[in-house]
Nanobody
Framework: QLQLVESGGGLVQPGGSLRLSCVAS????????IGWFRQAPGKEREGVSY????????RYLDSVKGRFTISRDNAKNTVYLQMNSLKPEDTAAYYC??????????????????WGQGTEVTVSS
């Protein structure tokens, strides 16, 4: 059974940091590009970051550039999202997703095939 499990969310004050993890089970992530997405209440799901299967290429939503860093450790079948200088507007449920196709640099949810259940991030004082 193919499964992605996110962890690392929580409550953090503005300016704080969190590191999200996305672990795959039932398949190896080696051949999949991975995206991180988020969805705030009442808003559409938006792509936050992308990393290619090798980790050699990345892409970020403009509003998180310079604050978030995506990385992967294929030996651990895990992808990370390091989030620094968090803002209240970063509050959302965060999801990781694996792309089986060849949609390079995509931040479009439709292009992704396998999804985790999400982890909540709340940025508030």
């Amino acid at each position: 059974q193919l499964q992605l499990v996110e962890s690392g969310g929580g409550l953090v004050q503005p300016g704080g940091s969190l590191r999200l993890s996305c672990v795959a089970s039932g398949f190896t992530l080696d051949y999949y590009a991975i995206g991180w997405f988020r969805q705030a209440p009442g808003k559409e799901r938006e792509g936050v970051s992308y990393i290619s299967s090798t980790g050699g290429s990345t892409r970020y939503l403009d509003s998180v550039k310079g604050r978030f860093t995506i990385s992967r450790d294929n030996a651990k079948n895990t992808v990370y999202l390091q989030m620094n200088s968090l803002k209240p507007e970063d509050t959302a449920a965060y999801y990781c997703a694996a792309m089986g196709g060849m949609h390079y640099y995509s931040l479009t949810p439709y292009d992704y095939d396998y999804w985790g259940q999400g982890t909540e991030v709340t940025v508030s004082s």
